[in-house]
């Protein structure tokens, strides 16, 4: 599942963003107010654009992998059929994210036209989710009509 902006959140990047813009400018500023004086002025008008620009990219690819995952993510369900996949296996990878563990998932497959097939998947779960894949508990899918091996977990809402 991709992961999606929470709405009303935009200060985090703002919080991340602003105090390198405004020490990108400070650098700046001291760099036009020392020019010619020291040796290492140039030092600050590159450090200047280096602060101003590197959280601004940063940002802006971040926000371009969550837009393209959920692009991505919207696709696949339009393109999708749905299924049910019994769990034969699952254990922890030992990586965890924002306090979401991954976990590597054995599933047998039974797609909408009879067929079962098995397919290992990993898959950053919530811990309230986690606790739904127990060995031999079912679950609902959607399988990808191009390729069946790519499956996207359907938990159901809170």
Same mark, same amino acid.
């Not at 709405?7 to 020019?35: D, Q």
């Not at 019994?86 to 047998?108: F, H, R």
């Given at each position: 599942?991709? =992961?999606?902006?929470? @709405?009303? +959140?935009?200060? #985090?990047? $703002?919080?991340?963003? *602003?105090?390198?813009?405004? &020490?990108?400018?400070?650098? #700046?500023? &001291?760099?036009?107010? /020392?020019?010619?004086?020291?040796?290492?002025?140039?030092? $600050?008008? *590159?450090?200047?654009?280096?602060?101003? %620009?590197?959280? *601004? !990219?940063?940002?802006? =690819? /971040? !926000? +371009?992998? #969550?837009?393209?995952?959920? @692009?991505?993510? @919207?696709?696949? #369900?339009?393109?999708?059929?749905?299924?049910?996949?019994?769990?034969?296996?699952?254990?922890?990878?030992?990586?965890?994210?924002?306090?979401?563990?991954?976990?590597?998932?054995? !599933?047998?497959?039974?797609?909408?036209?009879?067929?079962?097939? +098995?397919? /290992? !998947? +990993?898959?950053?779960?919530? &811990?309230?989710? $986690?606790?739904? &894949?127990?060995?031999?508990?079912?679950?609902?899918?959607?399988?990808?009509? $191009?390729?069946?091996?790519?499956? *996207? %977990?359907?938990?159901?809402?809170?």
């Amino acid at each position: 599942m991709a =992961w999606s902006y929470i @709405k009303g +959140r935009w200060w #985090i990047f $703002l919080v991340a963003t *602003l105090p390198f813009v405004i &020490l990108g400018v400070v650098f #700046i500023r &001291l760099h036009y107010t /020392t020019s010619g004086q020291h040796e290492w002025y140039n030092s $600050l008008l *590159l450090l200047g654009i280096v602060f101003i %620009l590197s959280p *601004l !990219l940063q940002m802006w =690819w /971040t !926000l +371009r992998k #969550i837009h393209n995952g959920q @692009k991505a993510e @919207k696709e696949l #369900i339009a393109r999708s059929t749905i299924g049910h996949a019994t769990v034969i296996a699952i254990k922890e990878t030992g990586l965890c994210t924002n306090d979401v563990p991954e976990v590597e998932i054995l !599933l047998e497959v039974h797609s909408h036209d009879n067929s079962t097939y +098995r397919v /290992t !998947l +990993r898959e950053h779960v919530n &811990l309230s989710n $986690l606790s739904e &894949l127990t060995t031999g508990s079912g679950i609902a899918i959607r399988i990808d009509t $191009l390729d069946n091996q790519n499956i *996207l %977990l359907h938990f159901p809402c809170p």
